[in-house]
């Protein structure tokens, strides 16, 4: 169960819907910046999509709010003289779907604006906030079985001051990010046997693979810019998330006086599209040399097996979280003692 409980949870749909929105921006954009044409399907389908996901979770605002600001930069920049012409011609496209279709975009597109506005319309009228605190919604009693808020809680009544420096914050704050990306807990919720492991070799090859990453975007980059005009809009939608949840953390560190909910998970949804930018960066870099990319490859791929991967949780897995069984507890310790040597020392 805790094999299965540390993989499965929300992530797992918002990063396919995070992929999926950014592609289908990245279409609408590219047509109506080659032909001056919206594809009225395309574009309902992604409004729907992108109301959807920020359901499933609300970090995925952050790249809403990208989506939009980005389409409506397109749609100004590149208008066309008479605006009638770009009307027009998205009414060709509608006019061309069957009446189902239609019935179903417009079906889908009154669902999905209905749960949006009820879900976050509401918040801002009700609470002035679209995403209030449990404290906003319910007694403080009421609240304290929710262990994130009733932390927060107890941190803020004793909140000692901290040194306010953006600068200071970031520097712990990317270091956090780093180890929680490849930490593992383990151990029940008593602070008392709360640890959290860090496998060595996995983090510091990705430490090294990522200041070569640094490296290589910003000799390479500004190349990889110009050539894929769709990446522009990716690397706009990272930043406006990774500021989000900068900005997040920082609040909540003014506030409760201490570094809380820095996970380095919080990065998945923006780390795919990252690897596909730097990748294309490494590519330029060393287009004459093909080994080195091949071993940039495998040490990569090493890094996603240990710290953070399944191997963490086989090895660091305590004998009460398998079965009362001893040939499965005796497997886990044989699979421990096989992973031992990805982690260097225990």
């Known amino acids: 169960v805790p094999l299965l409980a540390a993989h499965v949870n929300y992530d797992n749909l918002q990063q396919p819907l995070v992929a999926l929105t950014l592609l289908m ?9 080659r032909k001056k044409q919206v594809n009225t399907g395309l574009l309902l389908t992604l409004l729907v999509t ?3 996901s920020s359901l499933v979770k609300f970090t995925y605002l952050p790249f809403l709010t990208a989506i939009a600001v980005y389409l409506l930069y397109v749609f100004l920049r590149y208008r066309p003289r008479k605006a009638k012409t770009l009307i027009n011609g998205a009414q060709r496209v509608w006019e061309k779907y069957g009446t189902k279709t239609k019935v ?6 009154t669902v999905s604006l209905f749960l949006f506005l009820y ?12 995403i209030p605190q449990c404290g906003q919604v319910l007694s403080v009693q009421e609240c304290q079985g929710y262990g994130p808020w009733a932390r927060n809680y107890k941190l803020a009544q004793s909140n000692p001051g901290v040194n306010p420096v953006p600068v200071y ?18 151990g029940p919720g008593n602070t008392a046997n709360y640890q959290n492991h860090l496998a060595p070799i996995p983090a510091l090859l990705s430490a090294v693979l990522f200041l070569g990453a640094i490296y290589v975007c910003v000799r390479y980059g500004l190349r990889i810019w110009r050539r894929y005009p769709g990446m522009q809009f990716v690397l706009f939608a990272c930043l406006v998330y990774v500021l989000s949840v900068w900005g997040r953390n920082y609040h909540d560190y003014l506030q409760l006086g201490q570094m ?12 795919l599209p990252l690897f596909a930018f730097t990748l294309l960066c490494y590519r330029e870099a060393f287009a004459k040399h093909t080994n080195v990319l091949a071993w940039i490859g495998i040490v990569s ?3 996603f097996v240990p710290g953070g991967g399944a191997i963490s949780y086989l090895h660091y897995a305590t004998p009460d979280w398998y079965w009362n069984n001893e040939t499965i507890r005796n497997i886990g310790a044989w699979l421990k003692e096989t992973t031992l040597p990805l982690f260097l020392w225990q």
């Not at 921006?25 to 910046?33: C, G, K, Q, R």
């Open 260 to 271: 809380v909910a820095i996970n380095g998970r919080y990065f998945i949804p923006v780390l």
């Open 119 to 130: 879900t976050y319309g509401v918040n801002v009228v009700r609470y002035k906030n679209p």
């Open 104 to 109: 179903l975009y417009v079906s889908f597109l």
């Open 25 to 33: 921006t990245i279409n609408v954009a590219e047509l109506y910046m």
């Open 169 to 186: 914050f970031t520097g712990a704050w990317l270091f956090g990010m780093h180890h929680r990306l490849f930490f593992v807990i383990n």
């Open 50 to 52: 992108a109301m959807l």
């Open 301 to 303: 791929l090493v890094c």
